[in-house]
Every structure is written in structure tokens, then in C-alpha cells.
């Protein structure tokens, strides 16, 4: 069975301040997607970034980073200079294998609240 | 050009009641996913329906039902509700590639309240 652990239930920075959020996940495959999405007030689940279990390449997109460990089955994110905007529950998911990227196993969410 | 949209956004119904949520996905995408997000919680798979079958399905009762539309379109129906199934149902819409399916899309999703 495949699960995903974000501990950490809320986050509070003050805006400009890195921000990392955690997430562990566990599964027996050996091929695999990891994804995270963020979701506004408004309840819509934006697509962040997919990950496949063969490419432990970090990746870095503008403010975000993403540090894939696969040693330590560990996908975090990172937010420089954070920003209200960023203000926002942040999921982490894993896609087992012959789903297509579909049945996605999310975990239970950390909400980030950035103030000015 | 259009993204994942779900009718209606919010709906409240009784313990007993039957419920039918709608979604239109993003446009260029054939295979139509529901989760449910109960309140606090991380999204849980219920069904995909791709050629208007259902292919995979999530650990939830035969109570949650669905149906695919030959325009890609799909319906969550939900019987014999229960306080329970109060939660935000979500839509998530992908292709079909001839690698395997791009990634999921979601929709604003309905906000359930059974009472």
C-alpha cells in the first residue's frame, strides 16, 4: 500500500522567509510519480510539479524548489522569499505504477500562512 | 481555453437524499477522475472513467456511482447519503497519450453539506 505523510500541519512565515514543507511518502514499487499541488481559498487543486521515482534531479522553477531524496523516500519543497500569494494548503501525492498518473494518494496537507 | 468545471458548487441535501454532481473537463481531455476531500483532509480517490467506463476505482461503496458521456462529461451520483459523505468533491480531468496519461487537472469542485 501506498501512503504520503506531511507532518506538518501549518506553517507560519512572515513574508521573504524560506519555507520548506515536508513530505515523506511510502510505497514497495519500485517505479513511481510524486506530485505536489497547491490549493487557494477558492478550493482548486493547481498542478506544482511531477516527479518520476528514476530522476532524483532537484528541480527549480522561479521560487520553488523541489529536493527529491529517494534514499530517505522524501519529496520537499522549498519557497524563497515567500509571499502572501503563497498563502495556501500545499499536498503531496505519489501515483503507483499502471495508473497513468490517475489514483493519486495524497497526503493530509500543510496549510502555509505568509503574512506581510 | 476552458479549465476543468463542476456544477454545482455548492449543494445541501438530507441523510437519505440522492445527489448528482457534474463535471465538464478541460478541453482536449478524455478521462474524467472524482476525488472526495472531506474537511481537514488530503483528496481520496473514488473513480476514473475513460470511453465512458469506469477503469479504476477507489476503496468507497457501491453508494458512489458514475458515468462518463460520449463528450467526455461526467456525473458523481451518490445514494442513501449520510452525514459523512458531507465534503468537497473534486474533478480532475488528463489525456491519454500513447505513453499513458498526462497529468491530472482539477476542477473548483462542489461542496457537499448533508444535514
Known amino acids: 500500500a501506498q501512503k504520503v505523510t506531511q507532518a506538518q500541519t501549518e506553517i507560519s512565515v512572515v513574508e521573504k522567509e524560506d519555507v520548506t514543507l515536508d513530505c515523506v511518502y511510502e510505497?514497495?514499487?519500485?517505479?513511481?510519480?510524486l506530485f505536489w499541488y497547491k490549493q487557494p481559498p477558492s478550493g482548486e487543486l493547481v498542478f506544482l510539479i511531477r516527479?518520476?521515482?528514476?530522476?532524483?534531479q532537484n528541480e527549480i522553477s522561479g521560487r520553488y524548489s523541489w529536493n527529491f531524496q529517494k534514499s530517505t523516500s522524501s519529496f520537499n519543497f522549498t519557497i524563497t522569499a515567500s509571499q502572501v500569494v503563497d498563502s495556501a494548503v500545499y499536498f503531496c501525492a505519489l501515483s503507483p505504477p499502471g495508473t497513468g498518473f490517475q489514483k493519486l494518494v495524497f497526503g493530509t496537507g500543510t496549510r502555509l500562512l505568509v503574512s506581510p | 481555453d476552458a479549465g476543468v468545471t463542476q456544477s454545482p458548487t455548492h449543494l445541501i441535501k438530507t441523510r437519505g437524499q440522492q445527489v448528482t454532481l457534474r463535471c465538464s473537463p478541460k478541453?482536449?481531455?478524455?478521462?474524467v477522475s472524482w476525488y472526495q476531500q472531506a474537511l481537514g483532509q488530503g483528496p481520496q480517490f473514488i473513480f476514473q472513467?475513460?470511453?465512458?467506463?469506469?477503469?479504476q476505482r477507489g476503496n468507497f461503496p457501491d453508494r458512489f456511482s458514475g458515468h462518463q458521456f460520449p463528450n467526455y462529461s461526467s456525473e458523481l451520483n451518490v445514494n442513501a447519503l449520510l452525514l459523512g459523505d458531507s465534503a468537497l468533491y473534486l474533478c480532475?480531468?488528463?489525456?491519454?497519450?500513447?505513453?499513458?496519461?498526462?497529468?491530472?487537472?482539477f476542477g473548483p469542485g462542489t461542496r457537499l453539506l448533508v444535514l
Open positions: 510505497t514497495r514499487d519500485t517505479t513511481y510519480y
Open positions: 516527479r518520476n521515482s528514476f530522476d532524483e
Open positions: 472513467y475513460y470511453e465512458e467506463e469506469e477503469r
Open positions: 478541453s482536449g481531455h478524455d478521462t
Open positions: 480532475a480531468s488528463s489525456f491519454r497519450t500513447g505513453r499513458g496519461r498526462e497529468t491530472q487537472y
